[in-house]
């Protein structure tokens, strides 16, 4: 079985309040429920928001440790799930539901490498 990310990109700013976040976590809920009991679960997770990443990198032979996230834009990745599914269509439909979940936001679909 194949694995793949599912990540969402939600747009940069300050949340929206509870009345729009409580519903959309009540059907992320459901939603890993139904991932765990199809078998398909792996794990997911929230991340902070891109103001609390830091970048590291080696340049010349240096390492260099940078505030803030890699690339400046208007959206950023707020979260992931990471499932196993049989092929790209399988994990396609569960993006969709993810999709729905949280509102229409963005959700890439990744096969993991080997």
């Known amino acids: ?32 429920e139904e991932l765990r009991a ?11 928001p891109p103001g609390q990443a830091a970048v590291v990198r080696v340049r010349g032979g240096d390492l260099l440790t940078v505030d803030g996230p890699y690339t400046e834009g208007k959206e950023h990745i707020g979260g992931f799930t ?3 599914a049989p092929d790209r269509d399988a994990a396609l439909a569960w993006a969709a539901k993810l999709a729905k979940a949280v509102r229409l936001l963005p959700i890439e679909v990744r096969e993991f490498h080997g």
């Open 1 to 32: 079985m194949k694995q793949y990310v599912l990540t969402i990109y939600q747009p940069d700013g300050p949340p929206p309040g509870p009345e729009v976040l409580e519903p959309i976590a009540r059907d992320l809920a459901a939603l890993e």
């Open 38 to 48: 199809a078998g398909a679960w792996v794990f997911s997770g929230a991340l902070l």
């Open 82 to 84: 990471v499932i196993r």
